[in-house]
């Protein structure tokens, strides 16, 4: 147990060094807060990639982001935000930009969707702002 | 501990909730679409994901696709990065192999190609974690410690500006990851299995990242040759949502992927 965390650790720590851009305080703990959440997601066989998505939500908007997913492995992606954002949402969209139906978790500024595509290719997922001011975000994935 | 036991409370949470799903579907534009944030390390599937998919369906022979010793003595760099990112995959492999053994030769390959780019110091403590966890038949710890250690080698190559590299990384294991999905499927073709081959748009993302990297790089006989072999293997597996590729289909993109892979072994660098 002690050795997982550490790695997982490693793994968070790793991933702050390798992003494109320095990362805010803001940022950092979203991440830590969707890993958090993704890391229950692992209880349950799940794997979760050492790559992420963090950035902005501003006001009745949503990021976006673009995955390639393969037909038969399960997927969870975990979002949180830091205050001022209080609720957030996350859903999935086919590549021709339909939204699709998601397994789903809600907890104010954290969220996570589950989902397997019965097509490989590419899905976009979109981490929405539904209360509260714009903040910092971030979303992390994992699969089996 | 008991912050893992909360967490999987958070889990079983999760799924009361997932019965309720998503009703109100909507749909997205598609000037929204191409403004989608696209990243290699979000974007672009480890190969460790592409396996899993595939030993849904069927049994594999993971160790019948292992490879002989490949040399690490390349000198030009771009052929080294695209090498790492193949031995990189076939940790992957070994590891679903649950070979210990193989992913301790594999690590050590590791080590020795990132040193010839320079960027071998960070990843000492990498290889020995690899060797712990393979002498442990620590298989989950270890996929995640080859992602890891895979995003380390492109953090150093950012950090030596040699950013351009990554994308060769990334696709180098792309394209062995692909190779061997297809190997296996031809062994025992099954429906369900050959569904993982389409990704038009993975391809295109790795495509328009090569269009990125600095002309010099570009121009070079390798990278140029990989990248227009790349276009080729767009249309292969590019097929429409929901067709399954036929057994035919997935030899094709096998002999694509095949004459790359053997270009980037190649000691004798095209001309």
């Known amino acids: 147990m002690k050795r997982s965390l550490t790695i997982f650790l490693s793994i968070f720590v790793l991933g702050a060094s390798i992003a494109a851009r320095a990362e805010t305080d803001a940022e950092v703990s979203a991440r830590k807060d969707a890993l958090d959440i993704a890391g229950a997601f692992s209880n349950d066989g799940f794997k979760i990639r050492d790559g992420h998505s963090c950035g902005v939500l501003k006001p009745h908007d949503h990021a976006l982001v673009a995955v390639n997913l393969y037909a038969g492995n399960q997927y969870w992606f975990s979002a949180a935000a830091a205050e001022p954002a209080k609720k957030i949402a996350v859903s999935v969209y086919d590549e021709n930009g339909k939204q699709l139906t998601t397994e789903s978790y809600n907890n104010e500024e954290k969220a996570a969707a589950g989902f397997s595509p019965a097509n490989s290719g590419q899905y976009f997922v979109s981490v929405d702002l539904v209360e509260g001011e714009g903040g910092s975000f971030c979303l992390v994935y994992s699969y089996k | ?271």
Not at chain 2, 81 to 93: P, R, T, V, W, Y
Not at chain 2, 101 to 128: C, F, M, P, T, Y
């Open chain 2, 1 to 271: 501990m008991i912050r893992l036991a909360k967490l999987g409370l958070l889990a079983l949470t999760a799924g009361v909730f997932a019965a309720t799903g998503a009703t109100d579907t909507r749909r997205l534009p598609a000037d929204q679409l191409e403004k989608a944030v696209r990243s290699d390390s979000i974007t672009i599937p480890t190969p460790g994901e592409l396996f899993a998919a595939l030993g849904k369906s069927e049994k594999t022979n993971w160790s019948g696709q292992y490879r002989g010793p490949m040399p690490v003595t390349y000198r030009n760099r771009a052929q080294i990065a695209l090498n790492l990112g193949g031995l990189i995959a076939d940790g992957f492999i070994a590891v679903e192999a649950k070979d210990s053994q193989q992913v301790k030769n594999i690590g050590s390959d590791i080590i020795k190609l990132a040193k010839a780019l320079g960027v071998s110091e960070r990843l000492l403590g990498r290889g020995n974690s690899i060797n712990e966890f393979a002498q442990n038949n620590e298989w989950d710890t270890l996929q995640e410690e080859l992602e890891a250690t895979q995003n380390e080698v492109k953090s150093a190559m950012q950090s030596h500006a040699d950013q351009d590299l990554v994308i060769l990384v990334t696709l180098g294991g792309w394209i062995r990851g692909t190779q061997v999905v297809t190997a296996a499927i031809m062994q025992k073709y099954d429906e369900r299995s050959a569904k993982v081959l389409r990704q038009p748009a993975l391809v295109h993302f790795m495509q328009s990242r090569i269009n990125e990297i600095s002309p010099e790089l570009r121009q070079e006989p390798l990278v140029k040759d990989v990248s227009e072999q790349l276009n080729g293997i767009e249309k292969l597996v590019s097929f429409p949502a929901g067709k399954t590729p036929t057994a035919d289909e997935v030899r094709k993109i096998n002999e694509a992927v095949g004459k790359v892979m053997t270009e980037i072994e190649s000691k004798e660098l095209p001309k």
